[in-house]
């Protein structure tokens, strides 16, 4: 267990190293350096919507909306208000109001929605996300339908990856507790949970809290590394990405979540150019995967150092 | 007194009255049946003492306090834990976190703690794992720990949702139909079984029978309700020869005089 824990840390750290190393040597160059930040970033979308989606069972199409509350309101406070601050307390603490606005609106959409029954959370956030889209169409403050320009560029791939390790651990170990367990006895069987005294309600809007907080930060990277924000980049269709990201990975697997965000950042990377197509593909993707593996490819599964020793023990057996 | 007292208890779906005049009570350490044909009204009326249903009128009373109108959850908290008729195990999780589920509401560590994994949470878990393990071995389910609980056979499985109630360390006990599905032999076992817990965890159990043979030996007293409506109330002995009770299981299929 602890051992587990060493090798994923010490795993986490080398990674990062190597690829900053070989970003600031040069090896790789700005568009792929980019392209590493925006995987890490939809890393913490994927595996934040995974916890209210996967582990807790709760359909919510609203992190688009999340999103965009988190990128607006940290990129006021770094770009509107300028706090006497040093840039690497500016960026963090711009990132936390991001995602603490974020958890608020959560909040105050999850409390009556989540006492409803599935559907309605997924048509309640829906529109909550359009709404907040059209909110910053109108928000003259933020630039309205032309967008909020001149958002200092603070992130980078370090921030970004290192943000995003700290978020992936922080909802690991919260699946991990006791509350984790509440929020997975909900998406088993929700009666049974609540007779098992389990104040369903509670742990739905938490998990819903938490998710739109991760959503909020991820947002927040997201302006400073566009540094242009417009109403049109939180669209639904960037809610049905990350979608299909947990779903592809797996509703419930947090790993799952993780390496479908990479290979479908990579994915809308190598299809920019048909980017039609592309929302095509993605929607098709995601119908067939609802139809014939509604699990996702993992299921709830994590991939596991155990899943390697297994295959290299089958592996020995067959030579044997 | 009784530690669990219904009145004038109704419950109406539309036009239908599932349950009409359900006043029973239990007084502590008793082990009560509640039998009646199919589609008496059953397991509405645990619907109703476990808060999943709001009853349309009447009252319920835990150690005298009124719990109509709370949640589910609220009056497990109380003390009221209960089986139901269709299992509801978390299948996809195993067996030992199924019971784990239900030690939660007695957790002491907060988010944070257990986000930090600080000591406190270390010990906690360790110390939630132990006894869920503990509970699993009294029901012999404790080499089984690991397996998803979907995968367990039936009468396992019924047998786990006894230990997961239990584990919410209640006063009363409801179990719809724990026997349903079972062979004989089983039936048998497992009436032992809820005896000896009514006696090891010092509880009071309401047990409801569809076949009223099952609830002969084991139970004090026996409440028998059709078309929602207590019909007859008493021990075993009277229920037995009871008119209304026979004419009630009419046509069933039942021996009213299996010594079982
Ligand atoms: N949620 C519900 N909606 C409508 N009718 C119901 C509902 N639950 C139970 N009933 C009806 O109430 C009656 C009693 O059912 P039930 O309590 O399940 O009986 P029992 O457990 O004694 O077999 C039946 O006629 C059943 O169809
Ligand atoms: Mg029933």
Request: aromatic share 10%; glycine share 10%.
């Amino acid at each position: 267990m602890n051992k587990k824990k060493l090798i994923f840390i010490t795993g986490a750290v080398a990674v990062g190293v190597v690829v900053q190393l070989l970003i600031s040597s040069g090896v790789i160059n700005p568009y792929f350096a980019q392209i590493l930040t925006l995987m890490s970033m939809y890393a913490i979308l994927a595996t934040s919507l995974n916890l209210i989606n996967g582990i807790t069972g709760q359909f919510s199409l609203g992190h688009a909306g999340f999103m965009a509350l988190g990128g607006y309101f940290s990129a006021i406070l770094t770009t509107k208000l300028a706090l006497p601050l040093p840039n690497f307390l500016m960026f963090p603490l711009s990132l936390l109001f991001g995602g603490l606005v974020a958890a608020a609106a959560g909040f105050l959409v999850g409390l009556p929605t989540l006492r409803l029954r599935g559907d309605y959370l997924a048509i309640a956030t829906l529109g909550l996300g359009e709404i907040i889209r059209v909110m910053f169409v109108n928000w003259k403050y933020v630039g309205a339908a032309a967008g909020m320009k001149g958002i200092p560029g603070y992130t980078n791939f370090l921030w970004t990856y290192v943000i995003a390790v700290f978020s992936i651990l922080i909802i690991v170990n919260f699946i991990k507790s006791s509350h984790g367990r509440a929020c997975i006895s909900i998406r088993e069987d929700e009666i049974a949970a609540e007779t098992m005294g389990i104040n369903t309600t509670k742990y739905k809007v938490m998990a819903f809290v938490i998710g739109a907080f991760f959503a909020g930060v991820a947002g927040g990277i997201f302006g400073h590394l566009i540094r242009l924000l417009h109403p049109n980049s939180f669209t639904f269709m960037v809610s049905v990405e990350i979608l299909l990201m947990v779903v592809l990975g797996g509703l419930g697997s947090i790993t799952g979540s993780i390496a479908a965000a990479v290979f479908l950042t990579g994915l809308t990377e190598a299809l920019r150019q048909f980017s039609d197509l592309r929302m095509i593909i993605y929607s098709l993707m995601l119908i067939v995967i609802m139809l014939f593996r509604p699990q996702g490819l993992l299921g709830t599964r994590e991939f596991s150092l155990d899943m390697f020793s297994k295959f290299t023990k089958k592996a020995e057996k067959a030579e044997r | 007194m009784a530690i669990l007292e219904t009145s004038n208890l109704v419950k109406t779906f539309g036009g239908l009255t599932a349950v009409s005049k359900f006043d029973i009570y239990l007084n502590e350490g008793e082990l009560i049946g509640l039998i009646g044909p199919n589609g008496a009204g059953k397991t509405t009326a645990f619907n109703m003492l476990t808060g999943v249903y709001r009853p349309s009128s009447g009252s319920i009373k835990l150690m005298g306090e009124s719990i109509v109108g709370q949640k589910p959850y609220e009056i497990t908290q109380k003390g009221i834990a209960r089986t139901f008729q269709n299992i509801r195990l978390f299948k996809d999780l195993t067996v030992v976190d199924n019971v784990k589920i239900a030690y939660h509401q007695n957790v002491k560590y907060g988010v944070a703690t257990g986000i930090l994994q600080t000591k406190q949470y270390v010990d906690e878990e360790a110390e939630i794992q132990q006894k869920a393990v503990a509970l699993l071995k009294i029901f012999n389910l404790d080499h089984k720990k690991n397996e998803l609980s979907k995968n367990l056979p039936y009468g396992e499985q019924r047998r786990l949702e006894i230990a997961r109630a239990l584990a919410t360390n209640p006063k009363v006990l409801l179990l719809d139909e724990p026997a349903a599905g079972m062979n004989p032999q089983e039936t048998h076992d497992l009436m032992e079984m809820i005896r000896w817990i009514r006696d090891q965890f010092k509880l009071t159990i309401l047990l409801i029978e569809h076949d009223m043979s099952l609830v002969m030996n084991v139970c004090e007293r026996i409440y028998v309700l059709d078309y929602g409506k207590i019909i007859a109330h008493g021990c075993p002995e009277d229920i037995r020869t009871n008119p209304k009770v026979i004419e009630a299981y009419l046509g069933e299929e039942v021996d009213l005089s299996a010594e079982n």
